[in-house]
């Protein structure tokens, strides 16, 4: 089945290359114009991912991405057409999965949606069926299900992806580089900044679930899973 994806974007022209770029990729997609009709879109019916331009005029993309936060978890990649790092942290922080600058290569941004839809929904059935689990956290890979001390986790998909990882190996170190070789393609370059803003955003999850040790940093070595305790 097509992956429906929503693309919303004030420039036609910009919206024109996304929409074909991912339509010859095998998805299907619907374009629009600003941030209104964007929620309106997504409440008529729920996309698999929205691909959102940050500077839209009147709403602009993090209020968007805001208000839908507020009520669901479908994954968003934000476009912006400067590279700041106020941007970038900001989109994260808001509860995005990644970040793409104009101008951008079409080829990489189709990467990137592919990258996050399959975070979003495992492929594999015997990635489906494993359950992972460290002191009170709890990750469910079929349902994308994630809880500490039973209390829900609502992660986004590189987050889970990134806790997926150490979970596999709880007691390694692991280096910035093999924590986002974990959620992003090999050939996607990802920043430190990038990086230290998911680890920030899981960390904060699970701090207001009473988990106040998910993930150590090992100074000039990496980081690595913490007790997941109390």
Excluded: W
Aim: charged share 25%.
């Amino acid at each position: 089945m097509p992956h429906n994806i929503l693309v919303a974007d004030d420039d036609p022209h910009i919206r024109e290359i996304i929409c074909f770029a991912l339509e010859k990729a095998g998805m299907r997609t619907q374009g629009v114009a600003d941030g209104a009709a964007a929620l309106q879109a997504i409440e008529r019916r729920a996309p698999d991912l929205v691909v959102l331009d940050i500077g839209m005029p009147e709403m602009d993309g993090l209020e968007v991405c805001r208000r839908l936060r507020q009520r669901s978890d479908v994954p968003v990649l934000f476009l912006s057409a400067r590279d700041e790092e106020i941007d970038r942290i900001l989109g994260l922080e808001m509860g995005g999965d990644d970040y793409v600058t104009k101008p951008f290569s079409p080829r990489e941004l189709v990467a990137r949606v592919n990258v996050i839809l399959r975070r979003a929904r495992p492929a594999s059935a015997e990635a489906e069926e494993r359950q992972f689990s460290h002191g009170g956290l709890v990750l469910m890979p079929a349902s994308h299900g994630a809880s500490f001390d039973a209390k829900p986790l609502a992660l986004t998909g590189i987050e889970f992806a990134i806790l997926k990882g150490f979970l596999a190996r709880p007691t390694h170190v692991l280096a910035r580089e093999a924590v986002m070789a974990n959620a992003y393609a090999a050939n996607i370059h990802v920043s430190e900044r990038t990086v230290d803003s998911h680890i920030r955003n899981i960390r904060a999850k699970l701090a207001a679930a009473g988990c106040t040790d998910a993930i150590e940093t090992v100074h000039g070595v990496g980081l690595r899973l913490g007790r997941c305790g109390h």
